[in-house]
């Protein structure tokens, strides 16, 4: 079955100091790829999404990038935080390009910048 | 442009009754309709999709959406809440044709009382 992991859960980061969160997922191949934002427990913004390798969509200009070293690795980055970038950080895949296509989330990871 | 409106910041109900979650929806063209369910501090879990045919659609845990395309509608339901029911709900939105992203709802708080 496939799985996918999101780490850390939890982050608390200084203003300016640079961010990685990883995403990967298991038992599937050339899976899209996205990642989401949800401030203060509601709404989901659609960050970045990917349809393979190297292929990032970037949906939202802002202080975060997106890349995909291999085909089941997501990361998403910044070089220096801003308060407003805290949030819930969603990673998610589905299996076919397409808009049929269910996606299926990770846990999340709680990120606080102070 | 695609998009979601869920009308309700909250929706109330007691255990055992039938609850309504609303969602209505716009895009240029056919969509594709999904319900979500979030519990706290957790990433988002598949209910229910429609993409054609019946309009009636049944998902997880005793869900089930009605797509009714003259009110571009796609409220969420289910017979008898449950406490445990109690979670965030979202809906979202793609468009029938080549690759579209989700677009989703801020989502709907429900609440059920024992």
Redesign the interface.
Known sequence: SQTIHQWPATLVQPVGSPLSLECTVEGTSNPNLYWYRQAAGRGLQLLFYSVGIGQISSEVPQNLSASRPQDRQFILSSKKLLLSDSGFYLCAWSTLAGARNIQYFGAGTRLSVL | AQSVAQPEDQVNVAEGNPLTVKCTYSVSGNP?L?W?VQYP??????LL?Y?TGDNLVKGSYGFEAEFNKSQTSFHLKKPSALVSDSA?Y?CAV??????????????TMLLVSP
């Open positions: 594709y999904f979500y501090n957790r990433g988002l879990q598949f999709k993409i965030l979202f793609s468009l029938n044709s080549g690759y579209s992203t989700l677009t989703f709802g801020k989502g």
